[in-house]
């Protein structure tokens, strides 16, 4: 899969993400970005502006552009699966903000074309890369044996902007959407066999929006373990957490934001955590010297999809009110 220098690269997106992957995509001589496409006029103008690339009418006229190589998708989640499935059979490159897709389902098959048709597609998770989770992996056999974990991220934002992270369609389902919390937990404990998820959302007056949600999922692991993922964000809430735990039989590790502790005997040990300023462009990086050398990801679009499966299992579960085996679900 080996590909020559310079890659030619098309953007679909605008907003925090596009922004921050065209500047490192511009950082590296081994990469030209030539054109974005965007949702907004005025977004997509000041874009071209700052990069000083053109901008193309549609997503569907920068995917079939013969002129590019590699495709960045950083738009809207309910667009994800349809864009890389487009792109990838337009026989280019691609990277994705995750989710890969709204359902496992979508997800598999996608991966699955990739392999077909012999291209790179790659579901950017940063939040491996960053300070915190790589202060987990360091720690986390000083815990001993691990019995729980719990991960929780609650965001107040009053009033909820009429945005599209508000929008049940676009958005999707809350731990799908927020793909990384339970993409973090996969990648440090391994493999969740049954799911069972609760989920409640604040209608907002037009009904294609939430103005809240809440929602909260138990995870059992192969190893025996148990953990506990709860995402909430919008008006309902009055104060904000970013709390993960980790405790076994040796120590309990504990990470409020950025700070974290080992706690053992009765004893707390400060933690060294890394900066989260620059993880856009390791992952940049990581993908162009996997395409220009052969060098290792630092992680694979099937761990992606395997915590997608968790994800939607957590939707399915939520549906039914029952548990839900993840060796049986097939989305």
Same mark, same amino acid.
């Given at each position: 899969?080996?590909?020559? %220098?310079?890659?030619?690269? &098309?953007? $679909?997106?605008?907003?925090? +993400?596009?922004?921050?992957?065209?500047?490192?995509?511009?950082?590296?001589?081994?990469?030209? *970005?030539?054109?974005?496409?965007?949702?907004?006029?005025?977004?997509?103008?000041?874009?071209?502006?700052?990069?000083?690339?053109?901008? *193309?009418?549609?997503?569907?006229?920068?995917?079939?552009?013969?002129? /590019?190589?590699?495709?960045?998708?950083?738009?809207?989640?309910?667009?994800?699966?349809?864009?890389?499935?487009?792109?990838?059979?337009?026989?280019?490159?691609?990277?994705?903000?995750?989710?890969?897709?709204?359902?496992?389902?979508?997800?598999?098959? /996608?991966?699955?074309?990739?392999?077909?048709?012999?291209?790179?597609?790659?579901?950017?998770?940063?939040?491996?890369?960053?300070?915190?989770?790589?202060?987990?992996?360091?720690? /986390?056999?000083?815990?001993?044996?691990?019995?729980?974990?719990?991960?929780?991220?609650?965001?107040?934002?009053?009033?909820?902007?009429?945005?599209?992270?508000?929008?049940?369609?676009?958005?999707?389902?809350?731990? $799908?959407?927020?793909?990384?919390?339970?993409?973090?937990?996969?990648?440090? *404990?391994?493999?969740?066999?049954?799911?069972?998820?609760?989920?409640?959302?604040?209608?907002?007056?037009?009904?294609?929006?939430?103005?809240?949600?809440?929602?909260?999922?138990?995870?059992?692991?192969?190893?025996?373990?148990? +953990?506990?993922?709860?995402? &909430?964000?919008?008006?309902?809430?009055?104060?904000?957490?970013?709390?993960?735990?980790?405790?076994?039989?040796?120590?309990?590790?504990?990470?409020?934001?950025?700070?974290?502790?080992?706690?053992? %005997?009765?004893?707390?040990?400060?933690?060294?955590? &890394?900066?989260?300023?620059? /993880?856009?462009?390791?992952?940049?990086?990581?993908?162009?010297?996997?395409? *220009?050398?052969?060098?290792?990801?630092?992680?694979? +679009?099937?761990?992606?999809?395997?915590?997608?499966?968790?994800?939607?299992?957590?939707?399915?579960?939520?549906?039914?009110?029952?548990?839900? %085996?993840?060796?049986?679900?097939? &989305?």
């Amino acid at each position: 899969m080996i590909v020559q %220098s310079p890659l030619r690269v &098309g953007i $679909v997106g605008t907003g925090f +993400a596009a922004q921050r992957r065209a500047e490192a995509l511009q950082a590296d001589g081994r990469s030209q *970005l030539c054109y974005v496409t965007g949702n907004t006029p005025e977004h997509t103008d000041r874009f071209c502006q700052t990069f000083n690339i053109s901008a *193309l009418p549609s997503w569907q006229a920068l995917v079939d552009h013969s002129g /590019l190589d590699l495709v960045v998708i950083a738009t809207i989640n309910r667009d994800h699966a349809t864009i890389a499935q487009a792109a990838l059979e337009a026989g280019k490159h691609v990277i994705v903000e995750y989710p890969l897709a709204l359902d496992y389902a979508s997800a598999l098959a /996608l991966l699955a074309l990739a392999e077909v048709q012999n291209k790179l597609l790659h579901v950017e998770h940063i939040e491996l890369l960053g300070g915190v989770h790589q202060a987990l992996r360091r720690y /986390l056999p000083d815990v001993g044996e691990v019995f729980a974990a719990r991960y929780v991220t609650v965001m107040p934002q009053a009033p909820a902007p009429r945005r599209w992270t508000y929008h049940y369609a676009d958005f999707g389902f809350p731990l $799908v959407a927020a793909l990384s919390r339970i993409n973090r937990f996969t990648d440090l *404990l391994g493999e969740v066999i049954s799911v069972n998820s609760q989920a409640r959302f604040w209608p907002a007056s037009d009904p294609a929006f939430f103005r809240s949600c809440l929602c909260q999922a138990q995870l059992q692991f192969r190893s025996g373990l148990w +953990a506990e993922v709860v995402y &909430g964000k919008g008006e309902v809430f009055h104060s904000g957490d970013r709390l993960f735990t980790i405790d076994g039989d040796r120590g309990s590790l504990r990470f409020d934001g950025e700070t974290g502790v080992l706690i053992q %005997s009765g004893e707390n040990q400060p933690l060294e955590v &890394g900066s989260r300023r620059g /993880l856009f462009a390791q992952d940049t990086a990581n993908v162009l010297d996997h395409l *220009l050398t052969g060098t290792a990801l630092y992680v694979h +679009a099937r761990e992606s999809v395997a915590a997608l499966k968790v994800a939607d299992a957590a939707r399915h579960s939520v549906k039914t009110g029952q548990p839900v %085996s993840l060796e049986s679900f097939d &989305g």
